[in-house]
């Protein structure tokens, strides 16, 4: 499927961008504009929703070929996909704790460990990113599970109403039942700002829109209704970011991020199609490389990030706020060739 790799790009751009605060020496006068023309968040979600969408395409049409979902199969996918580097990253960190040169909570090691990342551990923390690993990993830990036992490729309303549950409820938590901190007590680490209660719609959001698709897939006449659509698609996600960015309130973060999420599905499948707004971009090879690395990214980039890695790395010349980037991306390119091309290759090994 075209343009998902410049989707990827442009997801983990926006955190990028939005992690120059956190360096060494960044002037924070400027901080403002950080906020504005960049969205942490924003990014996260379009890998939510990018994630439940392609799940939901493979896990139907494995069971087509073969007559069933093997979870197996399934989560030997994800061992192979996720594991490598994101444990290699822990070991690093663990080996630059035995140098002193790093120190972090046991509880945020022990999220590492179980991915409930986005419920233990502290904030100010080397591995903090890994809340949104944890709430995809909790999400496929059941979605999966669900398809495979109720036969859901089968039973098309059932699969629709089952992911109406999180889209109808997730806008609810976030408006009446969030936590407002990451407190001590149960409540506050189930219901904090990184549970996944609050970030599950975006997740089935998209493995609705891999419904959607596999009833309609992308072999359309491009009419200019398809151009109006991608063109108020991107309205509302940029329009989302700009209200959220200047005005606050329980409604606006309860309703804005769903809009988001069904614009964000909207400009993927749209996107797909050759005649889209965009679409040379979002394929042409520097976004599509970005894209490729963007797990790698993900994982590197909070280790040139003074701000969460501790004083010690502040004072480092590569963690500068106006040349981190490029180690960062330097060391996500050495981890893809020589960690997960590898695995990859050995996972199509393992599956035959």
């Not at 120059?20 to 906020?35: E, I, K, L, N, Q």
């Not at 939901?56 to 069933?68: I, Q, V």
């Not at 991020?257 to 707004?277: D, F, H, M, T, Y």
Request: aromatic share 16%; charged share 15%; with cysteine.
């Amino acid at each position: 499927m075209p343009s998902l790799d410049g989707w990827r790009a442009i997801a983990i751009l926006l955190v990028l961008v939005s992690h120059f605060v956190f360096t060494s020496s960044f002037p924070h006068a400027m901080d403002r504009w950080v906020g504005l023309f960049s969205d942490g968040e924003l990014g996260v979600r379009i890998f939510f929703v990018l994630s439940g969408f392609l799940i939901s395409l493979l896990l139907p049409r494995e069971a087509e070929r073969t007559g069933t979902v093997s979870l197996r199969r399934f989560y030997l996918r994800r061992i192979f996909r996720i594991f490598p580097i994101y444990i290699t990253y822990l070991a690093v960190l663990a080996g630059l704790t035995l140098l002193g040169l790093y120190a972090d909570s046991a509880s945020s090691w022990l999220g590492c460990l179980s991915f409930t990342r986005n419920m233990l551990g502290r904030g100010n923390s080397g591995t903090i990113h890994f809340w949104s690993l944890a709430v995809e990993e909790q999400f496929y830990f059941f979605w999966p599970v669900l398809v495979g036992a109720f036969r859901l490729w089968r039973n098309r309303a059932l699969y629709v109403c089952l992911l109406l549950v999180p889209i109808v409820s997730c806008p609810v938590i976030r408006c009446y039942f969030v936590s407002n901190g990451l407190g001590g007590t149960i409540a506050d680490r189930i219901l904090g700002q990184r549970s996944i209660l609050i970030y599950a719609d975006s997740l089935a959001i998209g493995c609705l829109g891999a419904w959607m698709v596999s009833k309609s897939p992308f072999r359309w006449k491009w009419r200019s209704l398809h151009t109006s659509a991608f063109v108020a698609s991107v309205a509302v996600i940029v329009g989302g970011h700009f209200l959220q960015t200047f005005e606050n309130g329980r409604a606006l973060d309860a309703i804005i991020p769903a809009a988001q999420a069904w614009s964000i599905l909207a400009c993927i499948v749209l996107g797909a199609n050759e005649r889209s707004p965009g679409f040379g971009i979002l394929n042409s090879r520097p976004m599509v490389t970005i894209g490729v690395l963007s797990y790698s990214i993900y994982v590197w980039h909070f280790m040139f990030l003074s701000h969460f890695m501790g004083p010690r790395f502040a004072s480092w010349s590569i963690d500068d706020w106006r040349i981190w980037v490029f180690p960062a991306l330097g060391v996500s390119a050495l981890s893809y060739y020589y960690l997960e091309v590898p695995f990859m290759a050995l996972r199509r090994r393992f599956q035959g």
